[in-house]
């Protein structure tokens, strides 16, 4: 019987090519590869996507984006911007909303008493890191007070953004702390 095997070893080392002439080199390149997909790229495009990723870009608070948004920056589908309803001010206590982090208590005490007497001014803040959520209650001493707080500081630019002053929304169950 013969085999076809000679009995000869092959003297090649592990990961060395099989070709005589090609020794020690790597192939040219013809041409520039495509990155790699992801698992979910993959995923997407076996079920009908077009492979790229649906992520929303993340930006991070310096308002940089994220090494993984950085290569594309495909259109994203642009929500309708919300504006706030107007608040009828029925009681001194007024909502003021987009409010800058920045933003302190003594600021809002300072920028209120401009107009008339506040009893009190609270940034809302989350409970876990302290920051503030953008937006705050101011308590007025009157209605009229209020009223007119209103009509001068809706709109007007503070810190760099434009201030939303109107009338809190009063409801009978107000959860305590």
């Known amino acids: 019987m013969n085999s ?3 009995g000869r070893r092959s003297r090649r080392t592990r ?7 090609n020794r020690g080199q790597r ?5 520039a590869r495509a990155p790699k997909k992801t698992f979910w790229q993959k995923l997407a495009a076996f079920f009908g996507g077009n492979g790229e990723s649906r992520k929303p870009a993340t930006v991070s608070r310096n308002g940089s984006h994220s090494p993984a948004q950085q290569h594309s920056q495909a259109p994203r589908d642009s ?12 009681s001194p206590r007024l909502y003021v909303g987009n409010l800058s982090f920045d933003a302190t208590e003594s600021d809002l005490f300072e920028l209120f008493n401009g107009v008339g007497h ?16 953008g937006f705050a209650f101011v308590s007025m001493q009157t ?3 209020a009223k007119r707080a209103v009509d001068e500081l809706h709109d007007k630019e503070f810190l760099g953004r434009k201030l939303v002053v109107s009338g809190a929304k009063t409801s009978e169950h ?3 702390e």
């Open 27 to 31: 192939p040219p390149q013809t041409a």
């Open 118 to 133: 506040v009893q009190n001014a609270e940034v809302v803040t989350y409970r876990h890191n302290q920051r503030s959520k």
């Open 79 to 90: 929500r309708p911007q919300r504006k706030p309803e107007p608040v009828e001010v029925t």
């Open 4 to 6: 076809q095997h000679s």
């Open 15 to 21: 990961g060395g090519s099989r070709r005589r002439g």
């Open 143 to 145: 209605v009229e007070e």
């Open 174 to 176: 107000v959860p305590h």
